[in-house]
């Protein structure tokens, strides 16, 4: 392989003002050369991957410009993105020669692309969350990352990295939240952590407010018959009420929670006689108040199923409504 070897140190060489042209004449002949002798695929990433392994040994212009013919390579997928692995020899992050190439790799990668396509190929090899290891232990940070690349003027990336972590740490919310509460842990226990992994990793009560409600209704094996499960979910989601209202102190979270009830009862077709039931016991339970109930019935409801779903509340918005009225002619005459 010491032609593939050859051609990308000779394109090391140039000088930078030219390079950036240059780069994507040898990307067109490595291209046709790969075309035409499919065997070289193979041992030309594999030699890449040396290269990267050996950075050191190049000077910082050269390593600018092998990042940058790498980015215009993994663009226009001459090469995979499993090539990415040499980054994370120890050495190489321990002294910041990875991360430094990395910057000059996603900026030519992302200028031939987008950021939604690396991600696709970041994905593709698993390597989609593991961009913090390009940083030593003690710098392996969201905040760390964010401003390093951000800095650098890869604000995308570091966005895709904060938006990758978030929903990791919704998932892993999710998964403790079933387990604790398949243990029959005590709700003071579950709210506390859930608190404490909002404040951690930044989560909205609204977030947190679906989430829960997810984890609440897939605790259960509900029965198949329409007539039952209505009964079944009422004693069920009112053992946990407590839990649900303690994350729907905004009136944003208890219209989340109205538009989760919702679209549920619309995807499980033995729960769509379910829906008012539930609301009212929420109600009744404090998780949910009137303000929201008026404004989803008004105008902020979902598509799925509406003209069922608004039937159900008529009679009690229009209870709902009354009871404002009558609470507001109260205050009038107290006043």
């Known amino acids: 392989m010491l032609l593939e070897q050859s051609l990308i140190i000779a394109a090391m060489q140039r000088h930078s003002s030219t390079f950036w042209w240059l780069a994507e ?86 200028n031939e692309k987008d950021i939604n396509a690396v991600a696709a190929s970041l994905r593709k090899v698993n390597m989609d969350n593991r961009l913090m290891e390009l940083f030593p232990a003690n710098k392996q940070s969201l905040e760390h990352f964010t401003k390093y690349f951000t800095d650098a ?34 709700f003071k226990d579950i709210i506390l952590y859930v608190k404490e992994e909002m404040k951690k990793n930044n989560i909205s009560e609204q977030t947190v407010i679906g989430i829960i409600w997810s984890s609440v209704m897939s605790t259960v094996e509900w029965n198949k018959k329409e007539e039952l499960v209505a009964e079944q979910a009422i004693k069920h989601l009112k053992q946990y009420s407590p839990l649900l209202a303690a994350f729907t102190t905004q009136g944003q979270s208890e219209l989340t929670l109205l538009l989760k009830i919702q679209e549920y009862c619309y995807d499980n077709i033995h729960f769509m006689k379910a829906f008012q039931k539930i609301v009212v016991l929420f109600y009744k339970a404090e998780v949910l108040s009137e303000e929201p109930i008026l404004k989803w019935y008004k105008d902020a409801h979902l598509a799925k199923g509406k003209s069922v779903f608004l039937e159900q509340m008529k009679k009690f918005v229009e209870w709902l409504k009354n009871a404002e009225e009558e609470s507001e002619s109260e205050t009038e005459e107290g006043d």
Do not use: H
């Not at 980015?71 to 910041?96: D, F, P, Q």
């Not at 929903?167 to 005590?186: T, V, W, Y």
């Open 153 to 186: 003027g890869l604000k995308e990336l570091s966005e895709y990295v904060r938006n990758q972590q978030s929903i990791g740490a919704r998932k892993e919310l999710q998964k403790e939240l079933q387990e604790q509460m398949s243990r029959g842990d005590p």
């Open 25 to 110: 004449c040898w990307v067109s002949v490595f291209n046709k050369l790969i075309r035409r002798y499919k065997y070289l695929e193979k041992g030309f990433e594999d030699e890449v991957k040396k290269l990267l392994l050996f950075l050191k040994g190049f000077s910082e212009s050269e390593r600018n410009k092998l990042a940058m013919l790498t980015g215009i390579l993994l663009a226009n997928g001459t090469l995979n993105a499993s090539i990415l692995n040499s980054l994370y020899n120890e050495n190489l992050v321990k002294e910041g020669v990875s991360a430094a190439f990395a910057v000059k790799l996603f900026k030519s990668w992302i």
